[in-house]
Each structure stands twice: as structure tokens, then as C-alpha cells.
């Protein structure tokens, strides 16, 4: 997509829909449109492509920024611009198609993260969270954001299937897990079924003689007509698919020394200290070891 219009980007060089006539009635879920100025640095700093304004990398990237946007940050879903009204679903790794109101409801993080085996694991359980719990784990994680891009798209709209790219640098504690400083990332696929959209009539191209140059020929010609389709305010998404593999991002969050993040985490950290001195006093069967009372008492009257 070319750099959003300034009357409906407010600004920003790869979202739409954040300003203009278009959103005077917009309920945004704190009050006013957000701004994305640290995670534009980041990924302006550390993409590994950049797409030729107008092709059609450049527009599937911007609108999937456009609707996790929205997804974030509009209250109601019948303010969304980037989805097609009462038709949009949204799928992870196979699982059942969640409704526009229920991934709405439930915020982006809890449907990427929805499995049972993450939860009996311990690393995320959707269904203790909630919007805004999940968006601030996550925003505590990543201070600086979490960023996103299309690495290669496969097919062209109405179905569009792409691979991309997520990633963040893990600043700030995630639960119970200190900060690391390192960068979190991961892979996946992603399929976009889209509204109908029109294409502008492909430019013309020199036929060439060789069987290997009619097929670059054909390839050229697919390439111009999508760099020129008139999908900038059309690409609406229906259905959602996306395919990724969770344990990219949970093993990198799970690092680091575990902290106490609540009075509650803090007394069980020192017990677990209280009971490991402890046993290794007891193991180690000293003659001249000092007589250990219960650590429960060692301090004297319980907090």
C-alpha cells in the first residue's frame, strides 16, 4: 500500500484509518487514536525488507497493520474499515474460526495463544486473561513494541498467502521472568481471503522468444497488474489464517532469572530460598553445622 492518506493515517506512514472524517465517531478503547512512533523506529531499523512503494508486498504489509490496529485499538467492531462487516473469522494453527466480536472480545493475543497445551505447560493460558491483561503483558515485555513484516507473499488477492515476520526485544519482565535484552522473533504463514477487489489493466510487455523468457514474461506481467491493483482502500479482510509455531515466542519470553512481581510472588520466592538453605544445611551433615529452626519461624513472628 502506498503511504496511507494524511487525512485517514493521522500521520503514520503504514497504517490507515487512524484520522479524518472517516473515524469522527470511532470509539477507541483508551479514549483516543494511538501512535506507533517507537515500534515505526524499530522496524524501520530492523527489517530485513523493503518493499517498492505499491507493490503488492507493501499493501498486504500495511493492511495487516491496518487491522491489528484496529483490532487493538477500536471498541466496536463496526468501526473497523479494514474487515468485510459481519463476514470477517479468524483462525490459528487449524483451530476453530473465532467471529470478528469474539476475537474482539478476547483481543489478538488470547486467539494467537489459545491452546490447552500452553496452558498445562505453564507458559500462557488465554482463558486467565484477558484484553487488556494479555496487552499489557506484552506491552511490559517489549517496551519498544512489536514488530511486524511480510516477507514473501505467494498469491495475489482475493486469496492471499504470505510468510512474515514478528519480533521485539525483551526489555521488560514477561510474568515472572526478568528482562533479557535479547530479540524475540518468530515465523509464520498466513492466508487472507479478501473482498473482491478491481485491477487496473496490466502494463504491456515485450513478448520474448525463449520458452524461459515467456514464463519471466507471464511472471512480469502478474507482478505489474497486482503493483497496480486499486486495493489501497479495498482490501477488506474476510478470513484469516495464520500458521506459526508459538514456542518461538514463549521460549524467548520464559528466559531470564524469575523476579517477584507482587507481595504474593515475593513470599513464595523467599520460601523457596528459606527451604533450599535448608536442605542444603541438612545435606551437607556437618558436625559443626548450627542448629536450624523452621524456616517458617527463623524470622520470628509470620508476616
Known amino acids: 500500500m502506498e503511504a496511507p492518506a494524511a487525512e485517514s493515517s493521522g500521520g503514520d506512514r503504514y497504517r490507515s484509518h487512524l484520522a479524518g472524517e472517516g473515524e469522527k465517531n470511532t470509539v477507541w478503547r483508551h479514549g483516543a487514536p494511538p501512535t506507533y512512533d517507537a515500534v515505526n523506529a524499530l522496524f524501520e531499523a530492523e527489517r530485513t525488507q ?13 493492511a495487516i497493520k491496518t487491522w491489528e490496529m484496529e483490532l487493538s485499538h477500536k471498541a466496536r467492531l463496526s468501526d473497523f474499515k479494514s474487515v468485510s462487516p459481519g463476514r470477517f473469522s479468524l483462525s490459528v494453527n487449524g483451530g476453530r474460526a473465532r467471529t470478528g466480536e469474539e476475537t474482539l472480545a478476547m483481543g489478538s493475543y488470547n486467539a494467537l495463544l489459545d491452546s490447552p497445551l500452553l496452558a498445562s505447560a505453564g507458559a500462557y493460558d488465554a482463558a486467565a486473561e484477558t484484553f487488556e491483561s494479555s496487552h499489557d503483558l506484552f506491552r511490559t515485555a517489549f517496551p519498544r513494541g512489536f514488530a511486524w513484516e511480510v516477507l514473501r507473499v505467494y498469491s495475489g488477492p482475493p486469496v492471499i498467502a504470505f510468510k512474515f515476520r514478528h519480533w521485539g526485544h525483551k526489555e521488560g519482565p514477561y510474568k515472572s521472568r526478568a528482562a533479557t535484552g535479547e530479540k524475540i522473533e518468530f515465523h509464520g504463514v498466513a492466508v487472507l481471503k479478501v473482498a473482491a477487489v478491481s485491477f487496473a489493466p496490466a502494463s504491456s510487455v515485450t513478448a520474448n522468444t ?14 505489474i497488474r497486482y503493483a497496480n491493483s486499486k486495493v489501497d482502500e479495498q482490501l477488506r479482510a474476510e478470513d484469516v489464517e495464520v500458521y506459526y509455531d508459538p514456542g518461538e515466542l514463549l521460549g524467548g519470553l520464559l528466559k531470564g532469572p524469575q523476579v517477584a512481581s507482587s507481595e504474593e510472588d515475593r513470599g513464595e520466592v523467599a520460601l523457596a530460598e528459606r527451604f533450599s538453605e535448608a536442605a542444603t544445611v541438612s545435606a551437607s551433615g556437618g558436625a559443626d553445622a548450627p542448629p536450624q529452626g523452621c524456616p517458617f519461624l527463623s524470622s520470628g513472628k509470620p508476616q
Open 50 to 62: 523493503e518493499w517498492p512503494a505499491g507493490s503488492l508486498e507493501e499493501v498486504v504489509q500495511n
Open 210 to 223: 525463449s520458452d524461459q523468457n515467456q514464463i519471466d514474461h507471464s511472471v512480469m506481467v502478474i507482478q
